[in-house]
Structures are given as structure tokens and as C-alpha cells.
């Protein structure tokens, strides 16, 4: 499995009086590189939706390393790194400074629903074969 990887540049609204990102958008800067990977293997969540699947988190980790600030290019990557018969997915993450120095790692772990029923649904194998996983 690749990672993906998109940039993002830090806004002012994203940092404190330091110019520091606060640490509370770090899920935000998560959400964009899952989305954008989803988007890249053909499942953006507007198109799971209209399947009837939700992806609501059940946990997010991070781990602080480093410092992002104001106007920087960040690089995040986003990878699914095993496959599981179930209704969960975890995705890891990284993210990068301008000068490609890790200063964030964590991950998420999703879960499949109906829209209609909220109950757990398996993650579609043909979302997990576009992730690069294949039947087993």
C-alpha cells in the first residue's frame, strides 16, 4: 500500500499568537488527507453517501514531534496499512514541514454505517481493493 500525500498551506486562523498551529486543528489537517486519498482511489465520501455509507471516527491518536507555522506548506500522507473483514478502517498519518522534517504522526480509526439505520455496515471490498488490498 502507498501512502498519499497532498499539501496544505497553514492560514493565520490555524496558529496562536506564536504563529505555532494550535493543536487542535491537527484532526482537521487528518480529515484533508483522508479525504483527498479517498477522493484519489475513487471514494470520496460525497459518493459513499450516496451509497447509503458513513464514515464516523471512533478514536484519533496523535503525537506531537514538531512545530507547524503560519504559511508553511505542509505535507500530509495518509495510508491504510492493513485489512480487516470488519466494519473499521484505521488510517496512520504524517505530517511534514516545508523542509520534509516530521512534525506529526497519528491515526484514526473509521467505521462503516447505514445512513438510514446508523448500524455498522462492512467496509465495501471494493473500497478496500482500491486501497490496494485484495480479496483474501
Request: glycine share 6%; hydrophobic share 35%.
Amino acid at each position: 500500500m502507498k501512502p498519499f500525500r497532498v499539501k496544505h498551506r497553514v492560514t493565520y486562523a490555524k496558529t496562536d499568537q506564536m504563529g505555532v498551529v494550535y493543536h487542535g486543528n491537527y484532526a482537521e489537517f487528518y480529515e484533508i488527507g483522508r479525504a483527498e486519498m479517498m477522493r484519489t482511489v475513487g471514494y470520496p465520501y460525497v459518493e459513499l453517501e450516496k451509497r447509503g455509507i458513513q464514515m464516523p471516527i471512533l478514536d484519533l491518536h496523535c503525537k506531537f514531534i514538531g512545530s507547524a507555522l503560519y504559511d508553511e506548506v505542509l505535507t500530509i500522507e495518509s495510508i491504510v496499512t492493513e485489512r480487516t473483514n470488519g466494519v473499521r478502517i484505521r488510517v496512520d498519518y504524517k505530517i511534514y514541514n516545508e523542509q520534509e522534517k516530521l512534525i506529526n504522526e497519528g491515526y484514526t480509526t473509521l467505521c462503516c454505517i447505514d445512513s438510514s439505520t446508523k448500524r455498522p455496515v462492512r467496509v465495501p471490498n471494493e473500497m478496500w481493493e482500491s486501497l490496494g488490498f485484495y480479496k483474501e
